[in-house]
């Protein structure tokens, strides 16, 4: 019978696929980061379909490998990794109730101090994990998305997908002085979420301002603003160019690209990571896989980031 | 400037796409069919993409044309056939308040006596469609799907895609009597669904019956058991083998053909129908739109069916 | 975190997929049933992929439940069943060395007395299969193909997915009078391998042949030409015609239908099944899943078959 | 280098693709039946793209072999069949100019006595194609299709895909006396077309009558009609239901399936055909190239029945 | 029933798409400037398709949204921008008819003095746009495109997709000393239209130079060139690079990026435009709808210039 | 009938489908250079499909023209080119009897001084073409990959797309001080393959030192390295992104653009080139087609490049 210790010298299209094909855990003894998906897509407002996106992430991830090229690195050997499956859902027609399940599923990996990486499910899932996180002070964060996701409400919810952001400010979750925001564009109905980040003293990069600046200038400006404090990494993938990533929601064009992502995520090593998350992956929209297979590949980046920090904390 | 009466003489290519190039009406007075969408997948408890049935049922729509081939009826001279949108949803996150939007959609055109004919969106929708009616006696209904529809709840509601049917006999508003429920399928967790059906006396043909006795008995039958009252045709495009309806979120191998289905459909011609629907045809999972061109055919059958019954009622 | 017992009652999208969401075992004690996967395609002679066949059935079987619509039974009552993983390959170049790990994997399971329903991988995966089985006498067989795969050699090697069937005869492992080929059809270059499947006394029911007589006569025919000894289930998928099967490497126009299949499945319960395979799902080829669909609920089928067998012999 | 005469003991997925892996012939002397490509859709009314039909059926037709696994019967044994390449268009944005490169094209082969077989293209290419036939008395026809294509006129012109059974009718080309279409099917917006086929003697068979009838009585049928004079086999895949051949310009839904069709054209045997074409397959419709590789598997079985009939002429 | 005015504020996927979801006009006094669709493709040279074109930009139009995020301008403020609907084509199979049917189509509209922004259609639709324009000196233009479309003829025409602006500036349409073509790039088998545009006094800048220089360069020429009379914005989707714009007839690896184009189009801002167009989307090579969404946006992008002038012309 | 000679002035879609149009030929002395197809994908270590790429790059190369738009050079004036078929495998099951069939094909070729550009087929390819070369000196080489393919041994084989050019420095075929490797990236589970071509001496030019020198450093640093000896070039698609090149087994995120590409291979003109191959184009996973334009006009940039060697060489 296949055996978890087999996964990495097997061919790559074969075995029960879990998160980069790291064991399957069910104890907290067992690991230092959680990969976890959250199949949640019921704040989306326009496309759906990232519900799917834990398992095409999962499936894609086989593709990952151990060793970073440019750094050497390996967060397999540096951290004990696991797959802890997914967010159990009890009342998947209800927003609240289903952010409620998505607290209760990483309220004890935090307590028992994990770092955890999350694949969504849309954005609105960032919320109630930094709620399940109970930071002793706000978070900082670098957010890489097309949208600054701080609008109130939209169709009817504050917790769409669109606003975890502000309510996270409102609960003392998230400092917006520590918040760096990267890859904004695309026109809006209101401008709104735009001024919101502004007025509460998020740094928003318009797309405009990073390529004018390059990757190297953001990166500084990002350690800048979140400093040495704990801090929070999310990833939505409709900060990349949509032909990068065709499989999401609310797609804009003109966004980063991949060796620009790259780049950024590369540059942040060193920063306290405390979790983050890779979101808004929606496989109907991805026939093809490659939105997953970028998911999964930035997850690996993430990983080596969370690794550093858990292993410097150490 | 584009008009709406040279619409039919055109290129199927062109033109905004009203459902089969009918007019875009606004006032009541102008029609006596009214052909709208409900843009709703807040029910559905697998792969979700039916809010965008409407929008691509109405582009396939374009294909369709005037003259029915078998009986030379033309709906549109013998009725006033007009699209009147979609549903406005103002509350997109929350089910029961979705279903609400639903219900003032429709209470105006259903008070006003027009007949209606929706495309949905998944087939929760169902239910407040009937509430809207407030039917003077309870409903017969020819019910032609995978599922009965008929489970008490799923995933955390008892107003999901399962369950329409089972609300609808508790409300007093579908008269199981004189339900005929056509194609039923595909292994369940449980059979709670199966027995309320059968429980509350509607006649549940499963697909292996429906083919060993042919459609012209089931046709039969379906006629003796609505009989003379006042009936709706609620086709869910799953009842169909997926073949045939490869976009949509619950597919059960197995099903109907379309050959069948159109007998079937054309076998009910002369009952008293007061309305119905196509809904679960999910677009993210029809990338060649043959699910889509599906639902505008059958919309087109079921219009012939409807306008026989507007002008018999004369 | 994620646990494996919870699988059945939470959103099918959720959770990291085994095949019909059973447990992933790894210990003999552990279960009547084994499903296994056979990542491998290095036998076919056209279009490749079948090796990530296991991959994408498991990742569909998640739509699969439990109790039959028609008989009501329920095989997870019935027998305790585990998705044991795939063979994993140490030479996959080689198409004879891979057959070896084949042979292996399977060899404990047999002598465990465990039955086993394997997902392929291409047809070739079938011969090493049954020599892990070692029989006491030689095996009788329902193969369901478009093709005899009894050809002596193909492009090179009598070892591919066209030559398994005269190879097991060859090596005694099976009853070629016990043995019936249903949906056969396709031109071809050489009659070599229809002649060896008549002259050997295989039945071949041609798909004309099918069609003619009906489901129930060579259900009829197949029972009693395998007779009550110990047989095996053979299912290529490209036994089904292409519209229900497009994900696969050598499809054949003018094949069985789903419910043709269904129907010739559920006529041979209660024969003595000592396993099974469904093979030549090829996901490149298949990018709505809807081939990996139709596999899982096939397996689904065939798992009822062995779980009534494997109650019958206790 | 790669030479002809390999090309059928190759793998199918080598090599430049001519007709069935046949030789590319430049000269009369070398062939008994030219298999043709005209690549034109200048006479579509609605979706483009046959113009690249000729291109993917010579891909998919390398799957297809040689010996008929019902009658055993080998056309390229029989006769010498050739590749004679596409018709050159010189005049792309004109339908009639168009056509007279199909005529100037297919003239020499039948002025050579050669035995045509041709891939389209858009079904308007017909008309061209009688014409260069010159027959001496008017042909007779098994037409195969969901349209009549016996309109007068179509946006715009009398020679569209709509129209070129009227005008072989009106320019003596085509007798409707001794003509059948099968399969006709779907609404109209006016009736013109069907009524100019009753009136004109053609005898139509509306897929109701076919399905109600059976495959051999309407055989039994054709063979009478045409009798034993010249007869052309003309083959629209729109004629089949679109899951089985999505890939076309103007699907209608409630079609043939592949089994009937083969067995339609399997019953043809004998009758003294001339020519025939396969039309109506649009690869951009067609991602998975399934409709192409039923194009080249209806192509084979035609190649069957017209080389029957050349070795018959001997 | 749906109201015209609710459009901005529902969910994006519900609603009969207009272009932007503007409303659909009737009436000259109801709109400053005309979103008008114009469905043909019968010029051209390759893949067919782009005749679905303002279908499906008007499908994925409804992604977009009012206020841009550059420069805070809300187009729908400063003018009254409305849908128009498409050219009603009458002679679909003949090119230059058809060319006769869009100058008909546009001259009222430039007669009252309205602003045009037109979705093609293939490129040869932009030379009879300029004839109903009847410009009274002839035009400047900014146009991005892969190709000079200088072409003299083309597979039998001079009105192909290759050869608008020779056309047009035979007609004394368009200025050659004042029109820019960017993005040019590509093997041509003559080098005839380069030569043409060179010879005529057009700036051609390759793609290479556009790389070597950077946006900002050519912005400045291409102001230069254009001044301050008037000119017309015309975008060839297959200016940019097949990655950002697959679904298009005739791809040209190695060309802009969205980034590019929208630093290419915001720098003209000011300029006086008094039309412009989007042209080869094809649906039929875009299954994912990106070329549409490029499309769309694009749209929105010239419509905030021509709103500008439009402002700035009172 | 169709004439070799028509073919470059016939509709694009029309013809059978020679590598970019040029004659078939059989004769030694009809070219000067070969372009040539190994379909093969037996070495493929996770994705297959690319046996089929000379079939889709020979169709998409119809795209491909005459005359280059930087340099005005015409290959098809300079130097005759041919299209000389598929390699003929025989025996496709087994990785190094299949190379073997490769050399065979190749050595006449060569031996006849013929300069070959190969369309593969996996990277495994190039070792045996090495073979049949026989070159009096090691070769240098320019070669465009994500991955060195350097390493020793993988899943069981020394031969596999993994190793190709190892086993080509250990034959003496490959000269490693004049080789340089360009776009290296994504993680490893070993370092075995970068450690080699370090160790040897090659110049591996990872990604991000790609990206931050630019593409003309990079090209003079490759002009030094090769010099003036006799060089190969090879090039793996995978070396551009995978948005560029979505069909391919084994993708990396953050790979070269298509400008940066065909910046790179024109930088090389001038040196020795006496063969390339341009690799891995997997059609299954390349639906839309566009790696295989990809890989198709860059075959025609490199056969630029060709035939300025041999017009040099004369």
Chains 1, 2, 3, 4, 5, 6 share one sequence.
Not at 73 to 79: D, G, T, V, Y
Not at 195 to 219: C, H, N, P, Q, T
Request: charged share 25%.
């Amino acid at each position: 019978m296949q055996t978890d210790t087999a996964m990495q010298t097997l061919p790559r299209y074969s075995g029960i696929p879990t998160f980069m094909r790291v064991p399957f855990a069910q104890r907290l003894e067992d690991f230092d980061i959680a990969l976890a998906g959250v199949p949640f897509d019921g704040g989306v407002t326009a496309r759906p379909g990232a519900r799917y996106g834990p398992r095409e992430i999962r499936n894609m991830s086989s593709m990952t490998r151990a060793i970073h090229h440019v750094t050497g690195f390996n967060p397999f050997e540096a951290c004990r990794v696991a797959d802890v499956g997914d967010v159990p859902f009890t009342d998947v027609f209800h927003l609240e109730r289903s952010h409620e399940d998505i607290r209760r599923f990483f309220e004890p990996l935090f307590a028992a101090g994990k770092t955890v990486l999350a694949a969504g499910g849309d954005h609105s899932i960032t919320f109630p994990v930094f709620q399940a996180m109970k930071p002793r002070r706000p978070l900082g964060m670098v957010h890489i998305d097309a949208h600054t996701d701080t609008w109130d409400d939209f169709l009817g919810s504050k917790f769409s997908h669109g606003s975890p952001f502000r309510r996270a400010v409102e609960a003392g979750l998230l400092d917006p002085k520590r918040t760096i925001q990267i890859g904004i564009r695309g026109a809006q109905n209101s401008d709104q979420g735009w001024r919101y980040s502004l007025d509460s003293g998020m740094r928003v990069v318009f797309i405009e301002e990073f390529e004018a600046k390059g990757v190297e200038a953001i990166v500084q400006e990002a350690r800048r603003i979140v400093g040495d404090g704990p801090t929070y990494l999310s990833l939505d993938v409709d900060g990349l160019d949509p032909v990068f990533a065709p499989g999401t929601g609310t797609p804009e064009i003109g966004g980063m690209t991949t060796r620009e992502t790259l780049g950024l995520l590369r540059g942040l090593d060193g920063l306290d990571f405390v979790g983050g998350d890779v979101v808004e992956v929606s496989p109907p929209y991805d026939p093809s896989g490659s939105t997953a297979l970028l998911g999964a590949t930035l997850m690996y980046e993430i990983l080596c980031l969370l690794a550093r920090s858990v292993a410097a904390r150490r």
